[in-house]
Every structure is written in structure tokens, then in C-alpha cells.
């Protein structure tokens, strides 16, 4: 006959915690260097060990974002709305997870927690309208000066390494990744260093999202670290610096970045409560321009 | 093969007044140069130099940034679109007016034929300051918010290649946004930014709006760092660009960057052949393959590449190459000493590394700098005239078999400028126009501008977009 275990008396159960890895490709490895990190609350309580991404993991990210583009930029734009728009859903089911994650990482109470995450699903599906809507938006017909039919449309630049905000682990990630991926970018992502929880919290979104993998990697550690290594990557197209608060590291970056002619994004003063406008969304397209003559 | 021969039709020079030297143009005069030293302009063609010209040191770029800033808080920031737009329009006009003589001039000095300065470069010129000028009165309808606001002082440096347009290409949008501008024209095509000078004073545009500093990479390079410039554009080679990237790191300066290239033009078995040849030919022969966006890797479908090849040559052997000022003359002269031994060094390289080479029977010139119209056959991808860009009347010839062939292969490179397609099937142009990642596409057409049309490469081709309402947004604040 089986007795009750202590643990089995309510309010007594030992938590199962979760080992917080990278996202990269599609899969949840740990660093390849076997590196982790000591992530501490707002109160300096010890949370976790996250994953300390290395080059490597860096390199292995914007491979398999590469990988990833041409399925992910050839899909209809439709069809990135509804993948974008899913990440939204599958974020609200996750609220709880994600509010308390926060609370934690940002030292804010439950109630300003949940805000925060509510802007940010929020932020998801503002994103995902955008995918159907950019091309009317931000492309032409050209009324040359000749029997020619032009049209210019945008495209997606390509692999975009991201430096996510240091402050907002939400929110700020959010407004930097959706903007990316919703005109069909990929994305190599570092979270906040020491508020990596709920970077890796989306990383498990984006795997339930119907995201293809490498769409979305995200590597948690130090962006001064990978951030070299991602700024001299030659197969990387743009880059968004926001996680930079040194501006003479920025600087450097920027100049690494000069290499292969990278769109680069310079840090800023951001107020992520704010609409985002469109600025981040263009910043990540090329525009094509296309001729053909009008004729019998 | 008989050669129809043509009689000489030189178009006179009687209607240029070219100077002996010219200074600045900063503040709304020709002034000295007080720190530069001067160097000379000569005409391709015929090693004859045209002008002496100034070169502008720190202490006259410092003075030329300083007239544009006042410029821009006192008189051109302040001043209504309206009133802008009609200065733009007047300058627009004045061009018109003064075409013949900046044909002859851009000719002369840069040795494109006339028949192109003539019909291409200059009334795109005049177009492209027409089009800018009815947006001055208009940028809230721009796209980038209710209330746009110009940078404030721009730092253009521009090749020589297309002189006056691309002078037109960074002046007009730049202007009609409301910004001042200081422009480095190249340092062997001066003198139409310097007519053109003129032509603001016969404008009346306020002094300080447009700024000519004439000099070579050093100038240019004085200009883009310095510290007062709020938005810098160039158009040039990749290495210089990526220069420019570089020094502008950690600054505030908005960049825009127009760089090599190193097109694709895809044949397909069933494309018009007529035209398609004429479109190979204007693609890599078109201003003496002195184009960024120049289609240098010709790609042909491996079914018809026998035929293409025969009639390509047949063609080439009818181009004639000669006095740029002659109205027959499809080829002029390759711009300076240094391009022609860049070219010359590069086609080496092609025939070193196993490529062959064939030019038609063609006499040049005994003075100037000539090149005369080359094909290779034989190039694979590995060949580095498949992947440097000559910048002169050479073209790289590849096959392929499958759509996907020719997409991979006209992928690869770092370049994203333009690419060409051409075949009668509609659904495989836009197929292939969506695959290919370069920013300008013709299909079944090549090397077609106009100022309503953006323009601007990816990848290594650069950033930013001239032509159109995106290349009014390079020069407002976002």
C-alpha cells in the first residue's frame, strides 16, 4: 500500500526549475563553451544559471539564421501575419509565467509586470497587421518618363543581429525582434544580460509559434562579448546596436560593422511604452525597383 | 564584314567658355583656395588639359561647412517649400536652357559621348531637379510624419562617372528638403559642378546653399568627417564607402551610400534576341562600362549562348569608339590614365586565369585613354572578372541551365546593385525579379533612370535610395 510522500502534503512540493538554455535554430542547446552564468533578481537573490553564449554559439546562430531567411522572406506576407499573430496567442497563455519572470528580472510588482507584459503581446500583433500592409505603405509605382511599368517594393534585408535592450527584457526584446522578423528578416538575438529569463521564455514562444526555426535565435549572455563577433560577420546584413549603453564600444561596432556595409541601427534613448512608429520596421528593408517596357 | 563609314559630325565646342582656373564656390562666390594646391582637369579624349583647378583644404572646407550652416539657419531652413520649390524649378529651367553647353562640357571633361551627355545625362539632370522641386512644398505627404525636418547640412561626394547627374541625384532631393549642401565633385570631372555653380548665381540661390569644394579623395575625406556635416552621401567605389562607414561610426551623421556593383544580366532561351542584344550592349558598353550599375556578368542560358555570343560580336564589331564629341560615336573615351590601367590590369587577370578574350578590329585614337570594347568567354565564378568590378567596357560572359542555376549564380557576390533579365515569359520575370537581391531590376530592358525611380543597392552596394519619394526621405530626419 503506498504511503504519502512529506512532499505530497499541500503547499509542501518541491518546484521542478527549469534549466535556462539558448534557442538557436529551432533547439535548446546549452552554450557549446559549457558556460553559465549566475542571473540574480532585482533584490540580488539568485534566480538561475543562464546559458553564457560564446562565438561559437554566436556563429552557429547566424548560420542556422541564414538558413532560415529564404523559406521565411518567401512566405507570403499573410502568412507572417498569422505566424506573428500566433506568437501573441501563445504569449497570453504563458501571462503568468511571463509576469512573474518579469517582476523578478525588473524589480517591478506583479500588477506593473503584467502591464508590461501586456504591452508586449500587444506589441505582437501590432507587429503582425503590419506584415500584409508594409508593401502598400512603404512601396510605389513610379510614374517614369518613358512607356515603362516601375514599381519599387521592400524586401527584407537579411540576417539581423539584435542587441536587445539591457533594461526592458520584455518589452524592449519585443520591439526589437517583431520589427525584424514581420518583413521576413531572421534574427540573431542577445538578450539582457542580467535580465535573461524572459528572453528565454520567448525562445520557447517562438518554438509553439509555428516560427520556422532560426527565424528567431536568441542567445542570452554578453553582448559586449558576442557582439563583436556579430558585428565582423560578414554573412550578418544589419544590425541594431540598442543594447550598447557604452558609446565608445557603440562606436567600435559600428565601425566593425562598416565591413560589409551592415545596416546599423545606433543606440538611443527609447521609451518602449511609446508606439513604435515605423522607423525600426523600415530600417530592416531594401527596396527593389523593378522595369519593364510598356509595349505591343 | 564592309563597314558603312560615317563622315565626321563633331558637335562644336565654340559653346563652352571654359576658364583657365576656377576657384570655391563658397558663400555664393568663386573664391581662392587657401590651404589646397591646385591640380589640373584634362579631357580624356585628348590629354589636352582643360582648367586649372583648386583644391580645397581643411581651412576652405571648414569655411564652405560654416556658409552652409549659416545658410541653413538663417535663410534656406527658415524659408518657405514654396519658395524653395521655385528656386529648384528655376535651377531646373536654367539647365534646360544651358544644355547643349553642359553636354559639350561634360563630354569634354569626362569623355562620355555626346550623344549620351547629350540625351541621357543632361535632361535627367534638368528632370531630376524638376521632380525634387515640387516636393519642397510637400514633405508632410513624404511618409516620415506630419512635420519633417531636413538634417541641416549635407556633405555629398560624387564620382565621375555621370558628373552633373549625380551632382543633380544629391543636390535636388537635398535641397528641396530643406538642407544646405557642400559638394566634392571628382577630381578629373569638375567642371560642370562648377557651371553649375554658376547657374545658382544666376538663380539668385541664397549664398551658402550649394557649396562646390572642388579636390580629390583627400577633400572628400575632410568633408565627410568633419564635425559640423549632419548628413553625408557619396556615391563611389565600395572600398571608399566602407572608408566612409567607418569614420562616421559613433557619430550622429546620417549616411547614405551608393557603391559598386557587378550585375547579372540573364539571357533566357527564349528572349527577343533583337533586343536583347542591344540591351547586352547598352547594359555593359553604355558610358564606356563606367556605370555602378554596368550588366558586367553577362549570364546566358547554355541553349542559345552559341547564337547570343555570334550576334553580341557581330554588334560589338559595328559600335564605334572615338572623339567623344562626335555625334556617331557610340564609345568614348575611359575617363582617366588611372581607370585605363585599372582596366587594363584587370583584363590581364582575366586572361591570365584562363579566360579568352575577344575585342572587334578597332582603331583608337593615338592621344587619350581608350579601351576598346572587350567580351570574355569562358569566365566561371571563381575568375575575378566575374566578381571585381572593371568599371570600363568589359564584359564577363557565364552559361547556365535552370532558372535556379542563374539565381545562385547571379547571387553570388557581394554586390546588390542591378540585374537584368530577359525573356518573353511573364511569370519568370517577376520570378526571377522577386529572387534576385539587387535593388534596381530590368527585365527586357537595362540601364533605364529616371528622378521618379529609386535607385540604390543591397548588400556591399550600399544603403539609402536616390530617385523617387525614398530619396526625399534620405535627407529628412526620421
Given at each position: ?8 502534503k ?25 558556460r ?30 541564414r538558413?532560415a ?8 506576407a499573410?502568412n ?33 509586470a ?8 500587444d ?16 512601396g ?22 539584435v ?33 535573461p ?10 518554438a ?36 550598447i ?33 515605423l522607423?525600426r ?5 531594401e ?10 | ?34 590651404d589646397g ?74 569623355g ?46 560624387i ?19 530643406g538642407?544646405?549642401?557642400i ?5 578629373t570631372?569638375?567642371l ?142 575611359i ?72 539565381v ?26 522577386n ?20 535607385f ?16 526625399l ?6
Amino acid at each position: 500500500m503506498p504511503t504519502k510522500a512529506a512532499s505530497d502534503k499541500p503547499g509542501t512540493r518541491l518546484e521542478v526549475r527549469k534549466t535556462y538554455k539558448l534557442y538557436i535554430g529551432g533547439a535548446f542547446p546549452r552554450s557549446e563553451s559549457g558556460r553559465s552564468y549566475v542571473v540574480n533578481n532585482a533584490k540580488g537573490k539568485f534566480l538561475a544559471n543562464a546559458s553564457q553564449a560564446s562565438r561559437k554559439d554566436a556563429r552557429d546562430a547566424v548560420v542556422a539564421a541564414r538558413k532560415a531567411f529564404g523559406g521565411w522572406s518567401g512566405r507570403t506576407a499573410y502568412n507572417r501575419g498569422q505566424v506573428l499573430y500566433r506568437i501573441a496567442e501563445v504569449m497570453e497563455g504563458r501571462h503568468e509565467q511571463f509576469s512573474s519572470e518579469v517582476a523578478l528580472s525588473e524589480g517591478l510588482s506583479i500588477s506593473k509586470a503584467r502591464a508590461v507584459v501586456d504591452a508586449s503581446i500587444d506589441r505582437w500583433v501590432w507587429y503582425a497587421g503590419w506584415a500584409d500592409k508594409l508593401a502598400q505603405v512603404v512601396g510605389s509605382s513610379n510614374p517614369v518618363a518613358g512607356p515603362y511599368f516601375d514599381f519599387s517594393l521592400p524586401e527584407a534585408t537579411g540576417v539581423v543581429a539584435v542587441l536587445a535592450p539591457q533594461d526592458s527584457s520584455l518589452l524592449g526584446l519585443t520591439s526589437v525582434i517583431a520589427p525584424a522578423i514581420v518583413s521576413g528578416n531572421t534574427v540573431v538575438a542577445v538578450s539582457s544580460y542580467e535580465r535573461p529569463l524572459p528572453a528565454v521564455t520567448l525562445g520557447e514562444v517562438m518554438a509553439t509559434s509555428d516560427v520556422p526555426g532560426g527565424v528567431v535565435n536568441i542567445l542570452t549572455g554578453s553582448a559586449s562579448e558576442v557582439g563583436p563577433w556579430l558585428a565582423s560577420h560578414l554573412d550578418v546584413n544589419a544590425i541594431d546596436l540598442c543594447g550598447i549603453e557604452d558609446p565608445d564600444e557603440a562606436r567600435d561596432l559600428e565601425a566593425a560593422s562598416a565591413e560589409n556595409l551592415k545596416r546599423v541601427r545606433r543606440p538611443a534613448e527609447e521609451d518602449w511604452t511609446e508606439s513604435p512608429g515605423l522607423s525600426r520596421l523600415t530600417q530592416y528593408l531594401e527596396l527593389k525597383t523593378v522595369w519593364h517596357p510598356i509595349g505591343l | 564584314m564592309s563597314r558603312f563609314e560615317y563622315a565626321p559630325a563633331p558637335e562644336s565646342r565654340a559653346i563652352v567658355d571654359i576658364k583657365s582656373s576656377y576657384g570655391l564656390f563658397v558663400n555664393g562666390q568663386f573664391v581662392e583656395a587657401t590651404d589646397g594646391k591646385p591640380f589640373k582637369t584634362v579631357s580624356p579624349s585628348s590629354e589636352e588639359v582643360l582648367a586649372e583647378i583648386s583644391e580645397a583644404g581643411p581651412a576652405d572646407v571648414d569655411k564652405a561647412v560654416k556658409a552652409a550652416r549659416k545658410a541653413f539657419e538663417k535663410v534656406w531652413g527658415p524659408m518657405s517649400g514654396r519658395d524653395r520649390a521655385k528656386y529648384l524649378f528655376r535651377i531646373a529651367r536654367l539647365i534646360q536652357e544651358r544644355s547643349r553647353e553642359l553636354a559639350v562640357l561634360e563630354s569634354l571633361d569626362n569623355g562620355k559621348p555626346i550623344r549620351e551627355s547629350r540625351d541621357v545625362d543632361i535632361p535627367l539632370v534638368a528632370a531630376h531637379f524638376f521632380y525634387y522641386a515640387g516636393w519642397a512644398d510637400k514633405l508632410e505627404y513624404a511618409g516620415v510624419g506630419e512635420d519633417p525636418q531636413p538634417w541641416g547640412v549635407a556633405g555629398q561626394v560624387i564620382p565621375w562617372n555621370f558628373p552633373m547627374l549625380m551632382l543633380a541625384w544629391k543636390i535636388a532631393p537635398a535641397l528641396a528638403a530643406g538642407n544646405t549642401v557642400i559638394l566634392k565633385p571628382a577630381e578629373t570631372t569638375p567642371l560642370t559642378a562648377l557651371a553649375f555653380a554658376e547657374i545658382c548665381q544666376q538663380a539668385d540661390l541664397p549664398p551658402g546653399v550649394v557649396n562646390i569644394v572642388t579636390g580629390a579623395g583627400r577633400t572628400g575625406q575632410t568633408l565627410v568627417e568633419h564635425p559640423d556635416v549632419d548628413k553625408v552621401a557619396f556615391t563611389g567605389s565600395t572600398e571608399v564607402g566602407r572608408a566612409i562607414a567607418k569614420s562616421v561610426a559613433g557619430s550622429d551623421k546620417a549616411v547614405t551610400l551608393e557603391l559598386g556593383g557587378k550585375a547579372a544580366n540573364i539571357v533566357f532561351e527564349d528572349a527577343p534576341i533583337d533586343q536583347t542584344i542591344e540591351g547586352i550592349v547598352n547594359g555593359i558598353f553604355f558610358n564606356q562600362g563606367h556605370v555602378c550599375c554596368a550588366g558586367s556578368r553577362l549570364l546566358v542560358q547554355e541553349s542559345v549562348y552559341d547564337e547570343v555570343l555570334a550576334r553580341l560580336k557581330r554588334r560589338m564589331g559595328t559600335l564605334r569608339v572615338g572623339d567623344p564629341l562626335d555625334k556617331n560615336t557610340d564609345i568614348g573615351a575611359i575617363n582617366s590614365a588611372a581607370q585605363l590601367a585599372r582596366i587594363r590590369e584587370l583584363s590581364q587577370i582575366g586572361e591570365d586565369e584562363g579566360a579568352e578574350r575577344w575585342s572587334p578590329e578597332c582603331e583608337l585614337p593615338a592621344e587619350g585613354y581608350w579601351f576598346p570594347p572587350t567580351v570574355f568567354t569562358g569566365v566561371s565564378q571563381a575568375h575575378r572578372i566575374a566578381r571585381e568590378e572593371i568599371f570600363g567596357p568589359v564584359l564577363s560572359v557565364l552559361t547556365f541551365r535552370t532558372p535556379a542555376e542563374a539565381v545562385e549564380k547571379a547571387n553570388n557576390t557581394p554586390f546588390g546593385l542591378s540585374a537584368g533579365i530577359w525573356t518573353d515569359k511573364g511569370s519568370r520575370i517577376l520570378w526571377m525579379a522577386n529572387q534576385l537581391r539587387a535593388g534596381v531590376v530590368w527585365a527586357n530592358t537595362f540601364n533605364r533612370f529616371d528622378p521618379t525611380s529609386p535607385f540604390g543597392g543591397y548588400k556591399e552596394s550600399g544603403y539609402g535610395r536616390e530617385g523617387g519619394r525614398h530619396g526625399l526621405e534620405a535627407y529628412l530626419a526620421h
